[in-house]
Structure formats: structure tokens, C-alpha cells
């Protein structure tokens, strides 16, 4: 699963956020996230994962933007153990934290074209963490740590949004997506929260800064760097435990 606001712009169409109204999906609304999410996204959802957002079982933060009676925006995400995440992503928060650290990752976030650049995406990924601050747990270790996304490393629209609202990129993704049989790159982008933070230790800090270089140049080199550090790192941390 990703998380892929649509690059494509077109002219938005002022709406008052005063007038939008905020609620947790229903089964009632499978046909209709169906239709929006073939239109925002390039990537197929099968019909059993939209039953499953929609569904009151409490895997799920699905949330949709609502203004006149009608869905125009909605952002779906997971909150799960750091060992349940792949290993690329376990990576995410500092050694520090138990691998029963909790984080959460977006799946998906879309508006409607003709609602987009008016306030809409912010307005749900700000109700999301405002969530996950204030999430009722026993404790408050059991609170979510980081929120995070993958995002095609082209979406220029998305990166920007993303970045603009405290995410950070964490890694390059070299072929993590495949869309319509062509294998595309991609970025995985986090936001720390409830004293959640990023990796400090020296060889972190390393292999960060230059997987962080190597992304911004991604489109013009090969990704046989990339995964020679990727190599490297795993050897070093081998030679150092």
C-alpha cells in the first residue's frame, strides 16, 4: 500500500473549510471511495481492502472530508508495531525504541481535483495527528511515535505538500512501486511526534546523509549506489555487534 497525493493540477475551486465536515468512513461509502481512489491514484486497491477501511473494527483511522453532502477528501491510516513494518521501515526510529513501539503509516490521502490547493489535504493530516497526540491509551509509551509514507519519488506535488508540513525523507525506495507493470521508484517520507525521533548514532547519521544525497540525484544516476550502501550498511552493522 502507498500513500500518493495525484501531481496533476488543476484549478481549485475556493471552498470554505468552516463548511467542511469531518467523519470516519462507513460501509456505506465503499462505492464511493472506490471511484475517488481509481481517479487519484495509479495504483488498484482490491475490493476487499476498501471493506475493510470502511469497517468499524478499529485497524483503521479512515476519515473523510465532506462538504455539501458529498466525499472530497480522505486520508486512511494504520497504526501498527515498528516489527510488523517492512525492514526498510523498521529503521525509521532510533535503536532506542522497542520493536513494539508503535507508528503509524499513511495508506492514503487524496482530495478531489477540483478541491485541491484550498486547505483540504492539510485539514485532514492535521485531524490525523491531532489524533495521535491526544490517542486514548494506558500509557503514554503506547502512543504513536512517528507517522509515515511512501510516495513516488516524481510526485513532485506530494513531496512538496508532505515536506511543507514537518516530514522528513527518510530513505530512497529504488523499484518499490509497480504501476501498470513498469516498476517505479520511490521516497519514504516521516514525521516524528510524541518524542519520537530519528536514528543518532554515527553510522546513522552517515548512512542518512548520503542516501539523503544520493535521492536528490536519483533521477540522473543509477541505483547500483544506492544499493551498494544498503550493502555496506548492513555489513557494518554486522562488524559493530
Given at each position: 500500500?502507498?500513500?500518493?497525493?495525484?501531481?496533476?493540477?488543476?484549478?481549485?475551486?475556493?471552498?470554505?473549510?468552516?463548511?467542511?465536515?469531518?467523519?470516519?468512513?462507513?460501509?456505506?461509502?465503499?462505492?464511493?471511495?472506490?471511484?475517488?481512489?481509481?481517479?487519484?491514484?495509479?495504483?488498484?486497491?482490491?475490493?476487499?481492502?476498501?471493506?475493510?477501511?470502511?469497517?468499524?473494527?478499529?485497524?483503521?483511522?479512515?476519515?473523510?472530508?465532506?462538504?455539501?453532502?458529498?466525499?472530497?477528501?480522505?486520508?486512511?491510516?494504520?497504526?501498527k508495531g515498528l516489527?510488523?513494518?517492512?525492514?526498510?521501515?523498521?529503521?525509521?526510529?532510533s535503536a532506542k525504541?522497542?520493536?513494539?513501539?508503535?507508528?503509524?503509516?499513511?495508506?492514503?490521502?487524496?482530495?478531489?481535483?477540483?478541491?485541491?490547493?484550498?486547505?483540504?489535504?492539510?485539514?485532514?493530516?492535521?485531524?490525523?495527528?491531532?489524533?495521535?497526540?491526544?490517542?486514548?491509551?494506558?500509557?503514554?509509551?503506547?502512543?504513536?511515535?512517528?507517522?509515515?509514507?511512501?510516495?513516488?519519488?516524481?510526485?513532485?506535488?506530494?513531496?512538496?505538500?508532505?515536506?511543507?508540513?514537518?516530514?522528513?525523507?527518510?530513505?530512497?525506495?529504488?523499484?518499490?512501486?509497480?504501476?501498470?507493470?513498469?516498476?517505479?521508484?520511490?521516497?519514504?517520507?516521516?514525521?516524528?511526534?510524541?518524542?519520537?525521533?530519528?536514528?543518532?548514532?554515527?553510522?546513522?547519521?552517515?548512512?542518512?546523509?548520503?542516501?539523503?544525497?544520493?535521492?536528490?540525484?536519483?533521477?540522473?544516476?543509477?541505483?547500483l549506489p544506492i544499493?551498494?550502501?544498503?550493502?555496506?550498511?548492513?555489513?557494518?552493522?554486522?562488524?559493530?555487534?
Amino acid at each position: 500500500m502507498s500513500s500518493n497525493m495525484n501531481s496533476s493540477y488543476c484549478q481549485a475551486q475556493v471552498v470554505d473549510l468552516m463548511q467542511v465536515q469531518l467523519r470516519f468512513l462507513t460501509i456505506s461509502d465503499v462505492a464511493t471511495v472506490k471511484v475517488h481512489c481509481l481517479d487519484w491514484f495509479p495504483i488498484e486497491y482490491p475490493d476487499s481492502w476498501y471493506l475493510d477501511i470502511t469497517t468499524d473494527n478499529g485497524k483503521y483511522f479512515s476519515l473523510a472530508a465532506v462538504h455539501l453532502g458529498q466525499i472530497i477528501g480522505v486520508v486512511v491510516a494504520q497504526t501498527k508495531g515498528l516489527e510488523s513494518c517492512r525492514e526498510e521501515d523498521q529503521e525509521i526510529l532510533s535503536a532506542k525504541f522497542p520493536l513494539d513501539s508503535r507508528v503509524t503509516y499513511i495508506l492514503v490521502l487524496g482530495v478531489c481535483r477540483e478541491y485541491r490547493r484550498s486547505g483540504v489535504a492539510s485539514l485532514l493530516i492535521n485531524s490525523l495527528l491531532e489524533y495521535l497526540r491526544n490517542e486514548p491509551v494506558q500509557n503514554v509509551t503506547q502512543r504513536s511515535r512517528a507517522v509515515f509514507l511512501h510516495v513516488l519519488s516524481d510526485n513532485m506535488a506530494a513531496i512538496s505538500f508532505y515536506s511543507r508540513r514537518g516530514f522528513v525523507l527518510h530513505s530512497y525506495l529504488p523499484q518499490y512501486y509497480e504501476v501498470r507493470g513498469v516498476a517505479r521508484d520511490g521516497y519514504c517520507y516521516v514525521r516524528y511526534i510524541n518524542d519520537g525521533h530519528a536514528p543518532y548514532s554515527g553510522l546513522d547519521k552517515i548512512y542518512h546523509w548520503l542516501a539523503y544525497r544520493a535521492a536528490l540525484l536519483a533521477g540522473i544516476l543509477c541505483h547500483l549506489p544506492i544499493l551498494i550502501l544498503k550493502r555496506w550498511r548492513k555489513i557494518a552493522r554486522r562488524m559493530l555487534t
